[in-house]
């Protein structure tokens, strides 16, 4: 079976079904592909027990059309469909009611009830009423309800009988699976792309109050400074300081550039773009990794940000970025 066309523009979740039927020596058999979010690709195979092991060519099968993800694939024989030495599974003639071991049972109860009442009389007291026994008591009771005869082991298949109708059959549940995470990927995308919204929002916050911050950096700054050589001036036998000297020109100018915040917003911003491009591409091998790597980018600039500046409102504004970069992110662990 040819492999199913390209996905359209757009990340895809991880979340996806697919099933298909296919026939085998004369039985049909139902198979389901689950997948559910994981790290890489995890593939497990439940196939039944007369095929041979096939899980070389399922893993082949789904990582051409899987790229990450918890998928398992199970292969179960359907009901009434067994052939070539197999019998019907499920059907109601596989449990039966024993109901001459019933009516013993029902009887001895109520030889006991008959016996405990004169006993109790007999002792002077008075036995306490017993409830009748009902239908679903007597199938409780070992031995009512039995299970028919399991029908014969079906004999063991060869590779070449089971191996082409699984691999078609695998393929197109994958193909449905795909489809499905397609379809979810396209919900998933408007709703990062309203976080990454967020995200631009704050950082336009953040960017508005930067020029401000600046200038009552450099206020405090040179406050400071007067300060510091006025306390210089008045301590006895003190050399004069000269406040344009080099060295501490160069101290002060370190202080400024380690409170500046532009390049962590400039880089948060080029973050937020790449994720946009990213989650727009649709790439075959997936992006979900990469988009993971970015918001750990994202937190990290938020972190710094804070860490270099002691105002009020850049704190609230941090700390809004650092939750709306957390919601973010655990959306896109369903990212392929």
């Known amino acids: 079976m040819s492999d199913p066309p390209p996905a359209p523009a757009g990340a895809r979740s991880m979340t996806g079904f697919g099933r298909a039927e296919l026939a085998v020596a004369g039985a049909r058999y139902a198979l389901e592909a689950r997948a559910l979010n994981s790290k890489g690709l995890d593939l497990r195979c439940s196939l039944p027990a007369e095929w041979p092991p096939l899980e070389h060519v399922a893993r082949e099968v789904v990582q051409a059309r899987l790229a ?30 024993d109901l001459a071991l019933a009516r013993e049972l029902f009887a001895a109860h109520e030889a006991l009830v008959d016996l405990t009442a004169r006993l109790s009389a ?19 009771l070992p031995g009512v309800l039995t299970r028919a005869a399991e029908p014969a082991a079906r004999a063991p298949l060869a ?18 699976a795909r489809r499905m995470r397609e379809e979810e990927g396209r919900a998933l995308c408007a709703a990062l792309g309203a ?7 704050l950082t336009g916050l953040l960017e508005a109050r930067a020029p401000a ?8 700054l040179r406050e400071r400074l007067a300060e510091l050589l006025a306390a210089h001036a008045a301590a006895a036998g003190a ?58 980018e ?23 970025l650092k939750a709306e970069i957390e919601r973010l992110r655990e959306q896109v662990q369903n990212v392929e």
Request: hydrophobic share 45%; net charge negative; glycine share 10%.
């Open 68 to 97: 990450r993800g918890k998928v398992e694939v199970r292969v179960t024989l359907l009901a009434g469909a067994a052939g070539g030495g197999g019998g019907a599974l499920g059907g109601a003639g596989d449990v039966a009611v």
């Open 122 to 140: 007999e002792a002077g007291g008075r036995a306490a009423p017993q409830a009748p026994l009902t239908a679903r008591d007597l199938l409780a």
């Open 159 to 176: 590779r070449e009988e089971a191996e082409g109708p699984f691999r078609e059959a695998l393929a197109a549940a994958c193909g449905e």
């Open 195 to 201: 976080h990454l919204d967020e995200l631009e929002r």
């Open 213 to 220: 911050l600046a200038a009552e950096r450099a206020a405090r």
């Open 239 to 296: 050399a004069p300081l000269d406040p344009h000297e080099p060295r501490l020109l160069t101290e002060l100018a370190l202080m400024a550039e380690r409170a500046d915040i532009h390049e962590e917003l400039t880089r948060l911003r080029a973050h937020v773009a790449h994720l946009r491009a990213l989650l727009a591409s649709g790439a075959p091998e997936g992006v979900g990794r990469r988009c993971d790597f970015l918001c750990q």
């Open 298 to 320: 994202l937190l990290r600039e938020a972190n710094t940000a804070t860490s270099k500046v002691s105002d009020l409102e850049v704190t609230r504004l941090a700390v809004d």
